[in-house]
C-alpha cells in the first residue's frame, strides 16, 4: 500500500541505491534517491518532510558531515545512517546528533523498515511538540505584564493570599489575573498550566 511517506535515499553507491530504492518503492514509500551530500543539499526541500537514508562515506562530504550541516540549518532531521566502514565511536557521534539508528552494511532490509518507521514516529512526534511548543509561546507572548508576574509565582507554588501580600493588590485582583492568565494560556487546571509553563520556559 503506497503512502504519502517521502524517504530521502543519499548514497554514492547507485548499486545499493538502485537495490534500496525499488525495495522502498515496493513497501509503499515515496522515494527520492541522491548521490551526493552535496546533491541533496542542492536539491532537496528545506522543509524536509521525511526520513533520510543516509551512508556515511560518500565521495565530498560525509554523512555525518551532513548531518551536522543540517543541523546546523534547524532542519533537524530523522536520519538512519548505513555504512559498510561503520565503527562504535561513529555510530555513537550519529545517536548523539539525533540519528535514529545506525545500520552496518549488509543490513536485513526487515531491519531498514523498522528503523524507518521508527523514524517516521519519532518525526511526527518531534513535529507535534514542536507544534505545541509554538501555540504554547505564543499564547505566552499574550498575556499581560502582570498576568506573567502572576503565574510564574503560581507556577512556583505560591497561593492567592500571599500572592496578594506580595503584589499589595487584593486576594480578587490576583484571581482575576490568575484566571485571565490561564484562559489565554489555555490551560484547564493547575498541573496544566504547570506543564504548559515549564514547556515555554524550556523553549526560551
Known amino acids: 500500500m503506497r503512502t504519502s511517506r ?3 535515499l543519499i548514497d554514492d ?3 545499493v541505491c538502485h537495490a534500496l530504492s525499488v525495495f522502498l518503492e515496493g513497501a509503499g514509500y515515496r522515494v527520492r534517491s541522491f548521490s551526493s551530500a552535496e546533491a541533496f543539499l542542492e536539491k532537496a526541500d528545506s522543509a ?3 526520513v533520510m537514508v543516509l551512508d556515511q562515506r560518500m565521495t565530498g562530504m560525509s554523512g555525518l ?3 551536522a550541516e543540517l543541523n546546523r540549518r534547524g532542519a533537524n532531521p530523522s536520519i538512519i545512517f548505513i555504512s559498510g566502514h561503520g565503527d562504535v565511536q561513529m555510530s555513537v557521534k550519529a545517536i548523539k546528533a539525533g540519528a535514529i539508528n545506525f545500520l552496518e552494511k549488509p543490513f536485513n532490509n526487515d531491519e531498514l ?3 524507518i518507521r521508527e523514524a517516521f514516529s519519532y518525526a511526527d512526534k518531534s513535529k507535534k511538540q514542536r507544534n505545541m511548543t509554538t501555540e504554547i509561546r505564543k499564547c505566552h507572548a499574550s498575556l ?3 498576568e506573567k508576574e502572576v503565574l510564574q509565582h503560581v507556577v512556583a507554588g505560591m ?3 500571599h500572592l496578594a501580600e506580595l503584589l499589595g493588590v487584593s486576594d480578587r485582583t490576583v484571581e482575576v489575573h490568575r484566571s485571565r492568565g490561564m484562559k489565554k494560556m489555555g490551560a484547564a487546571s493547575l498541573p496544566d498550566l504547570v506543564r504548559k509553563y515549564t514547556l515555554c520556559q524550556k523553549a526560551g
Do not use: C, I, K, P
Request: aromatic share 4%.
Open 65 to 67: 558531515e551532513l548531518q
Open 6 to 8: 517521502t524517504v530521502f
Open 48 to 50: 524536509l518532510e521525511g
Open 159 to 161: 497561593s492567592n493570599r
Open 13 to 15: 553507491d547507485d548499486a
Open 113 to 115: 523498515l523498522t528503523s
Open 144 to 146: 499581560t505584564d502582570r
